[in-house]
């Protein structure tokens, strides 16, 4: 009897313990402000709902895990660091009393729309050029924008679209929108950099090159690194010369020193190159002379011999003249060497250069003259000078004997114009050496061809002399 007792009021306790927990009141978490969606930077109030409200202390958790320092009603979290699931439960202040606790109520976040900058010209972009920057943003439509160069904001620039001017301007680029509405701002755009391309670059030539002379025709050639379809624009002395030219080159008389510039324009873009650096032309007032020379003096047959024609400047054609400089050039040359192959006599003379260039050409002065002559070897010189001198040296030194015999002749009186013509001898004697030597003798007239007979070559055996035949010629008194 006495062990009964405790079992029945075990049993009553628990009978009553589970009558209570039927009545326990089942907990809610509801989003007071602001209804979804939720965006970031948002601030978002939560209330832990059960239908008697009173003497209650609540019980917050977030993803499963205690917030000790919410013990209210409601609560304020910000977004996007607070989201996640919560729940909740209350208890009854001075009772051991408590709610069931809340299902998961999920506080999620919504991305706020998107911001981007949008350039206008594409592509490339290049010094002096206006640019426009929109401001694209992906939702709404009642924004006001702010832009951003290099993270500062422009206080000035508020609309959607701005114009900027290059080189001064470039930099990187942001913009947001923001609204009175939910959502009240959209991300901040990503940095769009404004970057300058450099202009493609513009040089002057000159030809010819080097030294420059008064009256030359000189041709100045502008030359752009990119594109094809210029229009080009000269500057002397930075004055403009000639706009809107289609030709790549100028002709000028170098009369004066002067600064050239060149510029290209064109209708696509880019637009322009730039300036050209000024190319300085300096005009000398000489007219310059060439210089001839020769690589050989003594010259034989056969040689070969090169002419150099040297002038102060370059770009020059070469013109080769013989004898006479005012004749037609006996060659032209790019270069300023001229070969004579093979040389014979008849190379020999006096020799010219002159140089040329430029269209018109413009000639420089003639060279001084260049003498080559051209002599046989040793050998040859022996062969010829007795060929052509021995025949010549004879002929005069028998003219001289034969003048010399005629006027011997005629100092002699009647017989000037005879000579003894030897006939077959006659002995005058009977004493033969009274007879050796004398002669009977005929008169012949000048011009007859006859025989020289002198006694003394007769030989004591012999009648017979010796005859030299000559022919006379008539003398003038």
């Known amino acids: 009897m006495d062990h009964t007792w405790p079992c029945v009021l075990l049993l009553l306790n628990t009978l009553i313990y589970c009558g209570h927990s039927q009545d326990l009141l089942r907990a809610s978490v509801k989003l007071i402000s602001p209804q979804e969606p939720l965006f970031t930077g948002e601030n978002v109030t939560l209330q832990c709902y059960t239908s008697n409200q009173k003497y209650w202390t609540f019980v917050w958790y977030r993803d499963n895990q205690l917030l000790p320092s919410q013990t209210s009603e409601t609560i304020t979290i910000s977004l996007p660091d607070q989201a996640g699931q919560y729940q909740c439960h209350g208890k009854k202040t001075g009772r051991q009393q408590s709610s069931r606790i809340s299902p998961n109520h999920s506080v ?83 940095n769009h950099p404004i970057s300058v391309t450099a202009l493609p670059t513009a040089s002057v030539s000159v030809s010819p090159h080097g030294l420059l002379y008064s009256g030359e025709t000189v041709t100045l050639q502008c030359d752009i690194s990119d594109y094809t379809d210029w229009t080009y624009w000269w500057y002397r002395n930075k004055q403009l010369l000639s706009p809107g030219s289609p030709s790549k080159t100028i002709t000028t008389l170098s009369d004066q020193v002067s600064q050239y510039q060149c510029q290209g324009r064109r209708t696509d873009r880019p637009q322009s190159s730039q300036r050209s650096v000024s190319l300085h032309i300096s005009v000398t007032g000489n007219r310059p002379k060439a210089t001839m020379s020769s690589d050989k003096k003594d010259i034989l047959i056969g040689d070969r011999v090169a002419l150099t024609c040297t002038v102060e400047s370059s770009g020059w054609r070469f013109y080769w003249y013989r004898h006479r400089q005012d004749s037609e050039p006996v060659a032209t040359t790019s270069g300023s060497s001229y070969t004579l192959s093979q040389v014979s006599v008849s190379d020999g003379g006096q020799y010219r250069c002159r140089a040329g260039r ?87 007239d000048a011009g007859y061809t006859g025989q020289l007979y002198d006694s003394a070559d007769v030989s004591a055996g012999s009648l017979d002399g010796v005859y030299t035949e000559i022919e006379l010629c008539s003398m003038s008194a």
């Open 108 to 190: 999620r976040v919504t991305a706020l729309p998107t911001a981007s900058v949008s350039v206008s010209p594409h592509g490339l972009l290049y010094s002096g050029e206006t640019v426009t920057l929109q401001c694209d943003i992906s939702d709404y439509t009642d924004w006001t924008y702010y832009w951003f160069l290099n993270n500062i904001q422009i206080t000035s620039q508020t609309r959607e679209t701005i114009t900027i001017i290059l080189p001064s301007q470039a930099g990187q680029y942001q913009c947001q929108g923001k609204r009175t509405g939910r959502p009240q701002s959209s991300y901040i755009s990503p």
């Open 358 to 444: 430029g269209d018109p050409v413009y000639y420089t002065q003639y060279s001084e003259s260049v003498h080559i002559q051209v002599t046989v070897n040793g050998s040859s010189t022996s062969v010829l000078v007795g060929v052509v001198v021995g025949p010549v040296v004879a002929a005069v030194l028998l003219t001289i004997f034969l003048v010399l015999l005629c006027r011997y002749k005629k100092s002699k009186g009647s017989s000037s114009d005879r000579i003894f013509w030897p006939v077959h001898p006659q002995s005058t004697n009977q004493d033969p050496q009274q007879d050796q030597g004398y002669t009977q003798v005929q008169l012949l």
